[in-house]
Structure formats: structure tokens, C-alpha cells
């Protein structure tokens, strides 16, 4: 069992970053993958970003390529989305996920997280 916890979200404005976190115990691997989605009112869950806990890999949605960043801290277990040069349309809840391949099929996740709320104000 892995257990997720998502921390960071808020309101901000249009071109702004905010840093969201996502703090994990329980049985975490170098090979699994941790990825981060979102969804939107009334949109389907889409891929934002995955990395292994091992590092040396990333991939990135294409409607965050260039912007977004995820990274992680392995003392503390922690995965982060660091969210640069926010748009209105990045307005979501966001969700972070652990799994074993880095794809962009939620299906492919075995454990969520709850999920924290972002909103980008024009």
C-alpha cells in the first residue's frame, strides 16, 4: 500500500508559479513511478507529468511542456510539481499518483491521492 497526500494548491493569477507537493509513505520503490493528473469540471483526468522515484527521467504533458517541472526530494519521500507561468485554463484539481510505468493512462495508477485545487484568475 502507498499513501498519497497532495499539499500547495490555491488561487493565484495569470503568470504566476506555485510550488504543489505530494508526500508519500508506505511501500515506496526507486522503480515506481509517481505522476501528477488533473481534472477540470466536466474534462476527463489528463496526464500532467511522471518521473521514477529514481530520477534521471521525466515526462511531461504537452500542455505543460516548458512550464512545469517534477521533481523529487527522496529523503523526505516527497514528489513536487513545481507550476511556472500559470494560465487560466491550468485551473484544476490536482492529483498525484503512484504507479509502475510512466504513462499517460490514469488506468496505468495504482494509488491516488486526494487531490488539491488549483485556480489561475486572469
Known amino acids: 500500500q502507498v499513501q498519497l497526500v497532495e499539499s500547495g494548491g490555491g488561487l493565484v493569477q495569470a503568470g504566476d508559479s506555485l510550488r504543489l507537493s505530494c508526500a508519500a509513505s508506505?511501500?515506496?520503490?526507486?522503480?515506481?513511478?509517481m505522476g501528477w493528473f488533473r481534472q477540470a469540471p466536466g474534462k476527463e483526468r489528463e496526464f500532467v507529468a511522471a518521473t521514477y522515484w529514481s530520477g534521471g527521467f521525466a515526462r511531461y504533458g504537452d500542455s505543460v511542456k516548458g512550464r512545469f517541472i517534477i521533481f523529487r526530494d527522496n529523503a523526505k519521500t516527497t514528489m513536487y510539481l513545481q507550476m511556472n507561468s500559470l494560465k487560466p485554463e491550468d485551473t484544476a484539481v490536482y492529483l498525484c499518483a503512484s504507479g509502475l510505468k510512466a504513462v499517460i493512462d490514469p488506468r496505468e495508477y495504482d494509488y491516488w491521492g486526494q487531490g488539491t485545487q488549483v485556480t489561475v484568475s486572469s
Open positions: 508506505g511501500r515506496t520503490f526507486s522503480n515506481h513511478v
